[in-house]
């Protein structure tokens, strides 16, 4: 069965400093989506990042990077010069391609991020 | 993308009573919606798959006969909590899934407080 770790419970960083999120995965699976998605107070999911398992080319987008590493079962979030508004939880997710759990999402535990002015 | 709504936002109820949540998807015909659940502090766990016209596929875990999962149209799958307790007291999410692993968009949540 797929997991998700998410080893950083909570993270706290002063306004323009960079931070990267953890997030380990497992699955028995070759074909996987890998996602990042905040939560912001009011609880509404927003969807931030996606990879799929064959294109490990990490990108940049805006000031958010992703570092995806199939050797060590890792998809790590950075997001450059934090902003306040960027305080929220954190969830990596893992989606699996085939079989019963095609679509599922299967959430990590969270990441509270909280930045300071 | 999808664009999903879910009503009510929120709601309060008493003990033994029966709660029903919508998930609407606005833009999109949606054959499969997830059902996911999170409590305070806590992760989302997929309660259930709901599929237009079938009967709906539950966790491991997840009791049926107590979360009531009807998606009679392509549009619109509703959640029944019945015979509510405060332990149910928590947020539901749901998606709607395109079809596509990588596409899957949720509502803003409703969050059921059970007194």
């Known amino acids: 069965a797929q997991k998700v770790t998410q080893a950083q419970t909570e993270i706290s960083v002063v306004e323009k400093e960079d931070v990267t999120l953890d997030c380990v995965y497992e699955t028995r699976d070759t074909t996987y989506y890998l996602f990042w998605y905040k939560q912001p107070p009011s609880g509404e999911l927003v969807f931030l990042i996606r990879?799929?398992?064959?294109?490990?080319q990490n990108e940049i987008s805006g000031r958010y990077s992703w570092n995806f590493q199939k050797s060590t079962s890792s998809f790590n979030f950075t997001i450059t010069a934090s902003q306040v508004v960027d305080s929220a939880v954190y969830f990596c997710?893992?989606?699996?391609?085939?079989?019963?759990?095609?679509?599922?999402?299967?959430f990590g535990q969270g990441t509270i991020l909280t930045v300071h002015p | 993308g999808a664009v999903v709504s879910q009503h009510p936002s929120w709601v309060i109820c008493k003990s033994g009573t029966s709660v029903k949540i919508e998930c609407r998807s606005l833009d999109f015909q949606a054959t499969t919606m997830f059902w996911y659940r999170q409590f305070p502090k806590q992760s989302l766990m997929l309660m259930a798959t709901s599929n237009e016209g079938s009967k709906a596929t539950y966790e491991q875990g997840v009791e049926k006969d107590k979360f009531l999962i009807n998606h009679a149209s392509l549009t619109l799958s509703t959640l029944t909590v019945t015979s509510a307790h405060p332990e149910d007291s928590s947020f539901y999410i749901c998606?709607?899934?395109?079809?596509?692993?990588?596409?899957?968009?949720f509502g803003p949540g409703t969050r059921l407080t059970v007194t």
């Open positions: 998606s709607v899934w395109t079809g596509v692993a990588d596409e899957q968009y």
């Open positions: 990879r799929n398992s064959f294109d490990e």
């Open positions: 997710a893992l989606s699996e391609f085939g079989g019963t759990s095609y679509g599922k999402l299967t």
